[in-house]
């Protein structure tokens, strides 16, 4: 099993006991080999690249909203088939059953017993395909999973093995024939991201490539699970300074007060910001956040939790009001 690995270099703070120093540096490598792999099948997308796999090291859940043909499952394979670890894909439609998700117990003739046979989401990386196809009786058996890392059924509570993540994806034309997502549900997502349309060279090598298909059976895992654990251990201890922790609480108390939205940012909004800021320091080779990895991840952390009113919108959208709370909250300045 792999230990001890650590998001960064020790800094000059560390000394002061105010910092965790780190005992083997290897999170830097082990991450790029993970975003090389799933760039062979998702070209020219780095960025959405790295913030799947920030996701998944901050224990997040990953939900990827784009028009069709982009690439979200494609990106969501390859991230699962870089991590030797089981996955399972369920394809989301309006038949979907929460059991068809949980599982169900199976009455056995020989024994006289009910056995429990494991659903999908007994699984280290679930793709939901089509998310918002699904009933919402069907969705809402996603919450306890992606909340609590457990699911019940017939009464029994079931730990989900770690690392779990969900992936998601769900098309944002064509809504016919779909179900919204509720706001209790979104915010269970520490990230949403859009790929967009690959740039000019990218897509040539698309066709040179004849799409992702042969990428995707080709690909091998580069980590283990272990080093995955080891991972998300090293991005749990990366370091949010106090005046950092002040400025995600005077960014949640900002959006409160904006007078375009419903609702301000929830105190679980506040600790998934903190999180994925962690895993983005982690990934630039640090073991302490700053306010600069909380602006990287600020956009895909929060505005699917931002609530618009219908009456005072001004036509902004999530994005904007997001991007309006940074500009308006002051930036602590290093002493």
Request: glycine share 6%.
């Amino acid at each position: 099993m792999t230990t001890g690995i650590s998001a960064g270099e020790p800094t000059s703070d560390a000394e002061d006991g105010n910092q965790p120093a780190p005992a083997t540096v290897g999170f830097a490598d082990l991450f790029d080999a993970i975003t090389a792999n799933v760039a062979q099948v998702l070209h020219g997308k780095h960025d959405a690249i790295e913030q799947a796999v920030i996701c998944l090291l901050a224990e997040g859940h990953l939900l990827i909203e784009d028009v069709p043909g982009v690439g979200k499952t494609s990106l969501a394979k390859a991230l699962a088939a870089s991590i030797h670890c089981t996955w399972k894909r369920v394809q989301f439609t309006p038949d979907l059953l929460p059991t068809d998700l949980v599982g169900v117990s199976i009455y056995q003739r020989s024994t006289e017993s009910f056995r429990f046979e494991q659903g999908p989401l007994f699984a280290n990386i679930v793709l939901a395909d089509e998310i918002n196809r699904a009933s919402p009786k069907t969705q809402s058996a996603l919450l306890e999973a992606m909340e609590e890392r457990q699911v019940t059924a017939d009464g029994v509570s079931r730990q989900l093995d770690p690392p779990f993540m969900v992936i998601a994806t769900q098309n944002p034309i064509e809504q016919e024939g779909t179900y919204r997502l509720p706001e209790s549900q979104l915010d269970r997502f520490l990230l949403r991201i859009s790929i967009g349309y690959p740039g000019r060279a990218a897509e040539i090598e698309m066709l040179d490539n004849q799409g992702s298909a042969t990428a995707l059976r080709n690909l091998a895992p580069v980590v283990s699970s272990d080093e995955i654990t080891a991972m998300i251990e090293a991005v749990g201890s990366v370091y949010v300074a106090p005046a950092l922790k002040s400025y995600l609480v005077d960014l949640a108390e900002a959006s409160r007060r904006h007078p375009s939205l419903e609702i301000g940012l929830s105190p679980r909004a506040t600790l998934q910001l903190a999180a994925a800021a962690r895993g983005h320091a982690a990934a630039r080779g640090r073991n302490y956040a700053t306010p600069d990895d909380v602006k990287a991840v600020g956009v895909a952390a929060l505005s699917h939790r931002c609530l618009l009113r219908s009456d005072r919108g001004g036509g902004l959208s999530a994005t904007d009001v997001v991007l309006e709370l940074f500009e308006s909250v002051p930036v602590p300045v290093a002493r």
